[in-house]
């Protein structure tokens, strides 16, 4: 890849990673309108470069992400206590890791179809023209229970479908446990740091492991560092543009963006265009 379109897909993954829109949908879109070849390293650098829209999350959130609960250690309970976000957020992470793990075959193989991914797109388009009427009655209480980050968890499976996006069904997950817009979008980016690091580090060790792959990974070291920089930068900014927008307007406008993205790939299809996987 040039510079140039490794800062393009680069602002793909970060403008898309956190929105409920699939980064996968957008994904196949830039690849193939830039004619980028689908290679190993391609595929591996679209993983590598969440790794920037990680920090995103750990930096705008930092004053939460690395806060512990206040009070005295008296026993073991009082010491989870203190602990109790980043247990929440390993119950929630759990779901995806043992599903991804028995079942990892079967999603390699949905994620090499394209069509899947179009068809997730609009199913979820539409399915999010109604999502606000359907589940947006939160409680009063907006406290995350161990109950309600497990079912948020297994909403993340979901994800696991090509074309669903993870940050649609993490957070349709916990509007469904009655968490506010505000709270349930804030949860699904906690939750992506454990998830797409896990991803990330999988994918770099694959890659590492492979004959030749530790020369294409410092062949290559200079994109890597642009794309997450550039990931980095344009995630901060989408997050900040999101959490602002749902929580003012719900999630319609994303569900017609959604549905038009799915079209534009299925006719790209139905007109004979190879496309590919990034």
Known sequence: MSTL????????????????????????????????????????FTVIIQFG???????????????????PVNDWKSFLHKFDFYWKLLVAFLPAAVIGFLFSDLIDSMLENVWVVAIMLVIGGIF??????????????????EK?????????CIAMIPGVSR?????????????????????????????????????????????????VLSQNISALLIGNVVAFVVALLAIKFFIGFVTRYGFKAFGYYRIVVGGVILVMMLMGHNLQIV
Not at 7 to 32: K, R
Not at 130 to 138: A, R
Not at 148 to 156: C, N, R, S, V, Y
């Open 167 to 215: 940050s649609m069904a993490t957070i349709v997950g916990g509007m469904a446990q009655r968490l506010s817009r505000k709270t349930a979008a804030e949860f699904s980016f906690f939750l992506a740091v454990p998830t797409m690091f896990a991803a990330t580090a999988y994918k770099m060790l694959k890659l590492f492991l492979e004959p030749g792959g530790v020369e």
């Open 5 to 44: 379109e490794v800062i393009i897909i680069a602002i793909v993954e970060g403008l898309t990673e956190f929105l409920p829109v699939s980064s996968t949908g957008h994904m196949i879109i830039t690849q193939n309108v830039l004619g980028v070849e689908s290679t190993d390293f391609v595929k591996a």
């Open 128 to 145: 999010m023209l109604f999502v606000d009427k359907m589940f947006n009655h939160p409680d009063e209480s907006q406290a995350i229970t």
């Open 148 to 156: 309600k980050a497990l079912a948020i968890g297994f909403f993340q």
């Open 53 to 71: 829209a990680i920090l995103s999350v750990v930096c705008l959130y930092w004053k939460r992400f690395f806060k512990l609960n206040k009070g």
